[in-house]
Each structure stands twice: as structure tokens, then as C-alpha cells.
């Protein structure tokens, strides 16, 4: 069955009012059905900035040293490879020195440019491991050896806001 458009007469007066109604109901149609985001735009009082994961741990009772000690090997020579392809902007390790029951006591941030950065698919991230560790048997293993060392806590992936004066 063909579908025909639909037709109307716009002689006289009549026919005016039902060309100004559809012009009206298009207009409010455009107007209330734009998303929220573009309408803001102009009243952001900020741009959008680089993108962080906030990666959270809690060392083992009496495995605070062993494991910073394995961030500071492990970790950055992967963090530094991923500088290096222009994936990671920075890395920063943090200790929360206060760590209420259950808290963190380790929380490390890795910022990338956008979020386009994690686009590259697993075989590249595949590499960069490969690289620092041998293997991707070799990181397996070590992954279940640094479960000696800390307990995961959660991981939080933000963008930064950078605001405008």
C-alpha cells in the first residue's frame, strides 16, 4: 500500500491559519525537543578538560612498602610506555595517610588527553604490556601476585573541568 503526503488547500483565510499552525507547531517541536546540553552551552562557566582515572587501593596489613614498591616499577614503566605513545598526559600516586576503616590508603591518577585515548583496543593497551612485562602470561602472574599486596577498592573515571574566569 503507497503512502501519499498528505494535501491541503491554502486559499483564503483558512488556509493561512493551518500553514501558520504547522509553522508554529515545527517551530515549538525544534525549540522544546533540543537537548538540554545545547541550550546550555552558552551558560557553561566551563570547558571540558583532560580525562582521569582515579584508581583506589588498600594495601595488605605490612604491605604499604612491598607495593609502592611495585608501583614504582610495574606501574611506571607501563604509565611511562603509554606517555611515550601519547596515550597518558600524567600520573600522579597519592597516599591517603588517614585511611578510615575500609578507605584506600593508595589512590593513583592517570590523566589522558580525552577520552578518545581509550579508543585503541585491547591489542594495542596488549602491547604496551607486553613491552614492560614479557608476556601477557607474565602479566597475569603478576597481577595475581600484586593480590599479596593490596585489595581493590573501585576506580572512578572523571573528566576535569576547567573553569573560565
Known amino acids: 500500500m503507497a503512502m501519499h503526503p498528505v494535501h491541503f488547500s491554502v486559499d483564503g483565510e483558512d488556509g493561512m491559519q493551518k ?3 504547522l509553522v508554529l507547531v515545527a517551530v515549538l517541536s525544534v525549540v522544546c525537543f533540543l537537548p538540554a546540553k545545547v541550550c546550555q552551552a552558552a ?3 566551563w570547558d571540558e578538560g583532560t580525562v582521569w582515572t582515579i584508581h583506589f587501593a588498600k594495601s595488605k596489613p605490612g604491605k604499604f612498602t612491598d ?3 611495585d608501583i614504582n616499577t610495574v606501574f611506571k614503566k607501563y604509565a611511562e ?4 605513545e601519547g596515550v597518558l ?3 600522579r600516586v597519592l597516599e591517603n595517610s588517614f585511611p578510615r576503616e575500609a578507605e584506600a590508603d593508595v589512590i593513583v591518577l592517570m590523566e589522558y588527553p580525552n577520552m578518545a585515548a581509550f579508543d585503541r583496543g585491547a591489542a594495542f593497551f596488549d602491547s604496551i604490556v607486553e613491552r614492560v612485562l614479557g608476556s601477557l602470561n607474565a602479566a597475569d602472574k603478576a597481577e595475581i601476585d600484586r593480590e599479596q599486596l593490596r585489595t ?3 576506580t572512578i573515571l572523571a ?3 576547567r573553569l573560565r574566569n
Open 19 to 21: 500553514v501558520r499552525f
Open 43 to 45: 551558560d557553561r562557566t
Open 67 to 69: 607495593y609502592i614498591g
Open 81 to 84: 610506555e603509554l606517555k611515550k
Open 89 to 91: 598526559v600524567s600520573y
Open 152 to 154: 581493590l577498592k573501585g
Open 159 to 161: 573528566r576535569e573541568l
